[in-house]
């Protein structure tokens, strides 16, 4: 199947008689015949349901569809993109380890990383999205475990260099993590390019309508977990009966873990109800991505012509830095996403925004909406002025989240509030 077939078709394919639409399964629980057969599932939680904390039967088919899109073994929905990255450090991860992330990702994840890790004994080694491999390969410790950087980042639209940060991981024998949200698995596929996990937050594109909060972890099933490094894989886990992941789920193990273990333990699984909506979003996925990179490209075009920017990021633009690496990465086109910084600074890019009348001011991107967002005083506000400019960001930086509007209203809004500086 084409990507567009799988965005339809992937995750529930309804037996004779049974609904065209997976349904929603609002129960906590599964019922057996037996105590011996509770104990079966017990031995082998791959094979059936337990309870709703860490596997219902509506989110298994999302599981499987966003897996299926990004080409990857196995998938586990989380109740956010942040309870996304989260597991996905934490599964690998433990106190005393160490970790490397790319300086320019969602403000979220660097306080994530960089502070609440850090109190849990977890290092974060940042390192510049556009480190040389060198730079890269210079950062890593004995007790580093992985690797996690985002392919379209979150809001400064950087590109990473997917196959060669997986060239780096892997030469230090551990795994590249990346957050795919803004890409999605329409425009980049990142296990194609040697990503060995992908989280997202689905709260963005995959819901795409602005009705729920959720997130991903998708397992590539490729990672060689036996090099020595990762005995929280290899060795039996005392918390579940002794459980080795890579003999018994070597097709899938850091899933398997990270739901047998951690979702377990953090119980941050989506409800039954979030996943449903979850999927009415992933249907339409490719033909919404097509349409936002089409707005997008015309809009950047416009605000990169006003000259009253100080510059304009949209990678697909000829002459963007960034724009070399997003015709390998991201050729269909780099999201909905633009970011520019209007010349005036801090106080202009406020009066612009709030002159917007059809796009909204919201914290939020990837809406079917057009919407806006100041990362310096929303979403960015708990960063120092050095991790501001790490993440690529500056007083007079605006994030626009084109929808899907008729193109023509969107760029009459933003003449408009052009106007009105
Ligand atoms: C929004 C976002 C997150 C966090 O996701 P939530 O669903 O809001 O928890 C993580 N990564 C990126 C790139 C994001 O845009």
Redesign the pocket.
């Known amino acids: 199947m084409k990507i567009e077939t799988k965005c339809l078709h992937e995750g529930y394919a309804p037996k004779n008689g049974e609904p065209r639409v997976m349904p929603i399964v609002q129960s906590t629980t599964y019922v057996y015949d037996s105590t011996d057969d509770v104990a079966a599932v017990f031995d082998d939680p791959t094979k059936s349901l337990i309870y709703s904390r860490f596997e219902n039967p509506t989110t298994d088919c999302v599981e499987k569809k966003i897996a299926a899109l990004e080409g990857g073994a196995a998938a586990m929905c989380t109740s956010?993109?942040?309870?996304a990255?989260l597991l996905s450090i934490l599964n690998i991860c433990e106190a005393g380890d160490s970790f490397i992330a790319s300086a320019s990702?969602?403000g979220?994840?660097i306080n994530l990383f960089g502070v609440t890790l850090k109190r849990m004994g977890i290092e974060c080694i940042w390192v510049e999205h556009d480190a040389t491999e060198e730079q890269l390969n210079a950062a890593f410790k004995p007790n580093t475990k992985a690797v996690f950087g985002?392919t379209l980042?979150?809001p400064a639209l950087t590109v990473l260099d997917i196959e060669m940060w997986a060239k780096a991981a892997h030469a230090h024998g551990v795994p590249l993590i990346i957050?795919n949200?803004?890409a999605t698995p329409i425009l980049c596929r990142p296990i194609e390019w040697g990503a060995d996990i992908v989280v997202h937050?689905?709260?963005?594109y995959m819901d795409g309508h602005a009705v729920q909060?959720?997130?991903v972890i998708v397992d590539s099933g490729k990672f060689d977990w036996t090099n020595g490094k990762f005995p929280c894989m290899t060795e039996p886990d005392e918390s579940y009966h002794g459980i080795v992941y890579t003999e018994k789920y070597a097709f899938a193990p850091y899933i398997v873990k990270a739901r047998m273990q951690l979702m377990r333990d953090f119980g941050c699984y989506p409800a039954a109800n979030s996943s449903f909506l979850l999927n009415l979003g992933l249907e339409t996925l490719a033909v919404r991505m097509k349409q936002y990179c089409e707005n997008a490209l015309k809009v950047a075009k416009y605000i990169q012509d006003t000259g009253k920017v100080e510059f304009v990021t949209y990678p697909a633009l000829e002459g963007i830095k960034g724009h070399e690496l997003a015709k390998k990465y991201l050729p269909n086109g780099t999201s909905g996403v633009i970011s520019f910084s209007i010349k005036g600074g801090r106080s202009v890019a406020v009066k612009f925004m709030d002159s917007l009348k059809l796009a909204s001011n919201e914290v939020h991107?990837a809406d079917i909406r057009t919407c806006v967002l100041h990362p310096a005083s929303a979403t960015h506000r708990q960063l120092t002025d050095e991790q501001l400019v790490a993440a690529g960001i500056d007083g007079g930086l605006i994030r626009l989240s084109v929808g899907l509007e008729n193109v023509g209203d969107i760029l009459d809004d933003l003449k408009q509030a052009f106007a009105n500086i």
């Open positions: 956010s993109g942040q309870a990255s990702i969602y979220g994840t985002e980042a979150n957050d949200t803004f937050s689905t709260s963005k909060v959720g997130g991107v």
